[in-house]
């Protein structure tokens, strides 16, 4: 599983794990460490990631930070845990004072579901009070992965992040300042963009016609832009559905005498588990393979992987593995009911790609 997927299951289980997390120690053992150990690091060897590291502050001895991150003797990162309910916006502080009394470069305070990194560009061996690089886990982006993936030990390297840091920080400092501006322009912002239609003099009574022109202007391209994308993808999925659904066609003209007879309904309900899961897991791992009495949908195209089977024969069915391989049956109307089963259904993928970890770790 690459860095993505791992990222991606991780988020996948952390909202079903939050009701049974109670403090912060348990935040730090099913939220933080998980984490950790996706970037590449050996949580259980102090020489890699020293758990309550000591950072005394002058006269302050026995000062702790939850985890810092070691190379080569000295730590490299210090994480700051806080409990997955608090908000970190005060707690920045308490980093602040840890970061310049060691040689860390980098500062990360989380709560398990937030990350927040930060540097000294300001002012060298002095943190910064805002991060260069935030993220939600739960609504982590392609773009933020791409970045947090520098932090991974096979690719963590203190003078290239450096390097990139400060351009991201200014990146999301105007991406945030953009977005104010688009959600409420200030009066230079109407006066710049005003300048460019308007030949005659900006008055206060022109500026006024005009804000809510530009605001509109602005929303109306971002919805343009969005409508543009999502349609060029809507033909990108129907191009191929169409290509999928001709070979199976294909596959069914080549083997009529198996007595298997794939029909319309079996296909609706296997594109439909695939639309279901498409957020879930790469649709292109999803497949089927029909029997006599039901429709299998798997994973992999491996029948130890089964997704699910649809009974479609006669009264309708779906039926799903428990962990024991029982068939746990739920009734049809109609495939469309296949909708309503989507925890279900997205249960049994976090399953079965766990135990696709736990056979690499057995390995």
Avoid: W
């Amino acid at each position: 599983m690459d860095f993505k997927d791992q990222i991606a299951q991780l988020a996948s289980r952390v909202e079903k794990m939050l009701p049974q997390i109670q403090t912060e120690e348990a935040t730090k053992n099913a939220l933080v460490m998980p984490f950790i150990q996706i970037m590449g690091y050996d949580v259980f060897n102090p020489f890699e990631v020293n758990p309550e590291f000591v950072a005394d502050l002058g006269i302050k001895k026995g000062e702790k930070v939850d985890y810092a991150i070691m190379k080569n003797g000295e730590p490299t990162i210090l994480i700051e845990c806080k409990h997955h309910q608090e908000n970190l916006d005060p707690h920045n502080s308490q980093l602040f004072r840890y970061f310049h009394t060691t040689s860390a470069k980098f500062g990360l305070l989380t709560n398990g579901l937030v990350y927040r990194f930060y540097t000294d560009l300001v002012e060298k061996n002095k943190m910064d009070s805002t991060p260069f690089f935030e993220f939600k886990l739960t609504e982590i982006k392609e773009a933020e992965i791409a970045e947090l993936k520098k932090f991974h030990k096979s690719y963590f390297d203190v003078d290239s992040i450096a390097n990139t840091a400060s351009e991201l920080k200014y990146l999301n400092e105007l991406k945030t300042l953009l977005h104010q501006e688009i959600a409420e322009p200030s009066e230079g912002f109407i006066t710049f963009f005003t300048k460019q239609v308007y030949p005659k003099v900006i008055t206060a009574k022109v500026k006024e016609q005009f804000a809510p022109i530009i605001k509109r202007s602005f929303n109306q391209l971002i919805s343009d832009a969005i409508n543009e994308r999502l349609k060029l993808a809507l033909n990108q999925e129907k191009e191929k559905d169409v290509a999928e659904a001709a070979k199976i066609e294909e596959i069914n003209a080549l083997e009529p005498e198996s007595g298997i007879v794939t029909t319309e309904e079996e296909i609706e309900g296997f594109f439909i588990v695939k639309s279901i899961l498409r957020e879930t897991i790469d649709p292109k791992r999803i497949t089927y393979r029909d029997a006599l009495s039901y429709f299998a949908i798997l994973l992999d195209d491996n029948n130890r992987k089964t997704i699910c089977r649809l009974y479609l024969n006669n009264k309708k069915y779906l039926a799903v593995l428990d962990e024991n391989k029982k068939e746990i049956k739920y009734e049809l109307d109609g495939v469309d009911d296949l909708y309503k089963y989507v925890s279900n259904l997205t249960e049994v993928i976090a399953r079965l790609e766990e135990s696709k970890v736990k056979e690499k770790i057995t390995d």
